[in-house]
């Protein structure tokens, strides 16, 4: 994709050296005046009193009672993460020629500006909760906009999922506080005066807190994996074009079915029936379409209520 075509949002080369001159630039006041920068740098709240952590341009949060500016960026193919502690002088860019999200650059770039700070980040530390801590959590939450957020058990471990979106492990730090693994956020499950949990919050370290009602729709049924002859899958071994630009590629690697999407990490597609296969890091199906001989000819995926049809190409 050329560069020209996202215009502002993508016509500007620049280097981690020139971010960091246009902020020191910024911060002296040499591009606006220091009462409009502090706008910009003001968390403002909606008409609901709802603190949106966010201001002109830049999401505004705190660590260790130090001020944090920081903003993402990206375009096809390229990811941007900056942040600053604007009283004390510290500032990090980092780029990266990928957008592929297990590879974004957020939780090095704040890493490395709490070590610059001479704070380092540290995991919390998990305490184990009995089961009877663990399971009135299990459910479906919604929140305002009718988005699901499930909360299940698997292995002895807890895990939150937002339909559509990859789920991740949620570890207890107290019988109704959760945080997640890697990553600077925290689940507070709330209960009423009888001890029902009634809803939970997901607060990360930018961003308005989000929260999500419990419901008593019951959780979607675990999806089964099969066992089937490795030989099965030569045949659906080949190249899908689901878009222009966007295709499936679907190998065979130590008798397991692998399958990577454009700008995206390999990941193992699990049989649930001959033609049909789900996966784990995210909440996505795929099936395989044959003609009337038998010959694979597409593929349709599956994924937060929506079908993508693709055809076999190579």
Known sequence: MSMSQ?????????????????????????????????????????????????????????????????????????????????????????????????????????????????????EPVPISLPDKDLMPLIGVYVNARGEELHIKRQENKMFGQIVGVGSSEIRPVSAIEFFVTDFPARVHFLKDEKG??????????????????????????????????????????????LAPGFSAVITKEDGKLMGQFTRQPKVEFYPEAETKFFLKVVDAQVEFVKDDSGKVTGIIVFQGGRSLPGKKVK
């Open 6 to 122: 996202p215009y502002a949002g993508g016509s500007l080369a620049s280097s981690v050296d020139d971010l960091a001159a246009w902020t020191e630039a910024l911060l002296a006041g040499k591009l606006i005046k220091r009462e409009t920068l502090e706008k910009a740098f003001t968390s403002y709240k909606l008409k609901d009193d709802l603190d949106t952590r966010y201001g002109y341009g830049w999401c505004i949060s705190r660590y260790e009672g130090h001020r944090l500016i920081e903003h993402d960026g990206g375009v096809n193919g390229f990811q941007a993460y900056a942040l600053f502690f604007p009283e004390d002088q510290v500032f990090v860019a980092l780029l990266t020629n990928s957008d592929i999200g297990e590879l974004r650059p957020e939780p090095l770039a704040f890493r490395a500006g709490c070590l610059a700070l001479g704070i380092p980040y540290k």
């Open 196 to 241: 029902v949990v009634t809803e939970l919050r997901f607060v990360a370290r930018i961003g308005p807190v989000q929260t999500y009602k419990k419901t008593g729709k019951p959780l979607p049924v675990e999806r089964k994996e099969i066992s089937l002859d490795p030989a099965l899958f030569d045949q659906y071994v080949g190249e899908y074009e």
